[in-house]
């Protein structure tokens, strides 16, 4: 199990334009040839927008990209004509196959945060698609099979057990609060990289909440 710590991110974004952004993998500028990938996870991005900040529309290819808000609202465009207002609890995956075009933008009145997860797809390739999950409940799972990839959203107690899936990899992200993971006291922000899961627990050391992505080898 590898434990990354919130602080060890690379900061990125314009703070000047209201947007900030904690990268947990090799992104942009901050290139690391030894952070590309746990499994199939290519990027997990913290994202924080003043109201009326946002991204221009930008494109994307061969990835899966999956929203989770944590506070505020995200607006959501992009060139298949989807246009959504994405909220906690709600799940978005744009597929952006051989191609898309996307807005992300916080038009709201309150700040935004969200964490946003790009994971590589199998195959290149095919037709975007979108999909929104609204108000997804607690251990629902969620599939991603062009990644080969299980979402598992838990959220924990104080004292609270959850089993961490096994798998071959398994990456989970803690969005809120403190879980103990093995002899690891993990907080917000923070992550583990875990080879050959077997038979591990998370426990809310406080109310928490936890994003788990079990995937095949």
Excluded: K
Aim: charged content about 25%; aromatic content about 6%.
């Amino acid at each position: 199990m590898d434990v990354r710590r919130a602080d060890e991110r690379h900061p990125g974004g314009e703070p000047e334009a209201g947007i900030e952004s904690w990268h947990a993998f090799s992104f942009g500028p901050h290139y690391d040839p030894g952070n590309l990938r746990f499994g199939a996870v290519i990027a997990c991005n913290e994202e924080r927008l003043a109201p009326g900040a946002g991204f221009g529309e930008h494109p994307h290819s061969h990835t899966e990209i999956i929203t989770w808000v944590v506070e505020g609202e995200l607006t959501h465009r992009d060139s298949t004509g989807h246009e959504t207002c994405v909220r906690p609890g709600d799940v978005q995956r744009l597929s952006a196959a051989a191609g898309v075009r996307h807005v992300e933008r916080n038009d709201g009145s309150s700040p935004l945060t969200f964490v946003q997860m790009w994971l590589a797809p199998r195959e290149p390739g095919g037709e975007p698609s979108y999909e929104i999950i609204p108000g997804i409940a607690d251990s629902t799972p969620y599939a991603v099979p062009e990644s080969g990839a299980m979402l598992h959203i838990r959220r924990l107690a104080a004292g609270e057990r959850t089993a961490v899936p096994d798998g071959a990899f398994v990456y989970v992200h803690v969005v809120r609060g403190t879980v103990r993971l093995a002899d690891e006291e993990l907080d917000a922000g923070d992550s583990a990289r875990i080879t050959d899961a077997r038979g591990l627990e998370a426990v809310g050391v406080t109310a928490t909440e936890l994003l788990m992505w079990e995937m095949g080898g």
